[in-house]
Antibody
Framework: EVQLVESGGDVVKPGGSLRLSCAASGFTFSNARMSWIRQAPGKGLEWVGRIKTKAEGGTTDYAAPVKGRFTISRDDSKDTLYLQMNSLKIEDTAVYYC???????WGQGTLVTVSS | QAVVTQEPSLTVSPGGTVTLTCDSSTGAVTSGHYPYWFQQKPGQAPRTLIYDTSNKHSWTPARFSGSLLGGKPALTLSGARPEDEAVYYCSLWSGGVVVFGGGTRLTVL
């Protein structure tokens, strides 16, 4: 059974940092391009970014609102995806999902609240 | 970066047919934009309904189909059921990033 389990969501002040994790199981994580997608309260889905496999160079792409502040990384030895979020803004408040959405693999999401 | 627009809301009668569309501000969409369709019900994570314009997952009900209509990705629901009431999002690969539409709230009534 495929599972993606996010963790690390918390309440953080503007300008602060947070790291989210996504533990994967049930599929070959090292062969998977992985994405982060977020959803602000009561709003639609927003793509955050993605990371390719190590075999593809492990390169990353980011949406404009987070580029330069967020970093996606992966540890294939731990089957874990990460999202390092720096210089957080109030508008980053959202549920963050990790996903391999081409295969319909989604986590349950973790809530990040940025508030003073 | 493209702006992707969807109908904010649509209503379909049980057993009826409805088509949702996805419009890109950069012009006609092709299969090279890798259109996706997602379904999200209240309090749940999204699910991927259609990928690469028209491909379905094993769980995708046969009454859903994806296509390109006049340069726009389209999701057609034929034979709507009450459990199809949800928000539907499309996404496109454009300019090196993925862009989601704002979602269509589909009511089955």
């Amino acid at each position: 059974e495929v599972q993606l389990v996010e963790s690390g969501g918390d309440v953080v002040k503007p300008g602060g940092s947070l790291r989210l994790s996504c533990a994967a199981s049930g599929f070959t994580f090292s062969n998977a391009r992985m994405s982060w997608i977020r959803q602000a309260p009561g709003k639609g889905l927003e793509w955050v970014g993605r990371i390719k496999t190590k075999a593809e160079g492990g390169t990353t792409d980011y949406a404009a609102p987070v580029k330069g502040r967020f970093t996606i990384s992966r540890d294939d030895s731990k089957d874990t995806l990460y999202l390092q979020m720096n210089s957080l803004k109030i508008e980053d408040t959202a549920v963050y999902y990790c996903a391999k959405y081409r295969d319909d693999y989604w986590g349950q999401g973790t809530l990040v609240t940025v508030s003073s | 970066q493209a702006v992707v627009t969807q109908e904010p809301s649509l209503t379909v009668s049980p057993g009826g047919t409805v088509t949702l569309t996805c419009d890109s501000s950069t012009g006609a969409v092709t299969s090279g934009h890798y259109p996706y369709w997602f379904q999200q019900k209240p309090g749940q994570a999204p699910r991927t309904l259609i990928y690469d314009t028209s491909n379905k997952h094993s769980w995708t009900p046969a009454r859903f189909s994806g296509s390109l209509l006049g340069g726009k990705p389209a999701l057609t629901l034929s034979g709507a059921r009450p459990e199809d009431e949800a928000v539907y999002y499309c996404s496109l690969w454009s300019g090196g990033v993925v862009v989601f539409g704002g979602g269509t709230r589909l009511t089955v009534l």
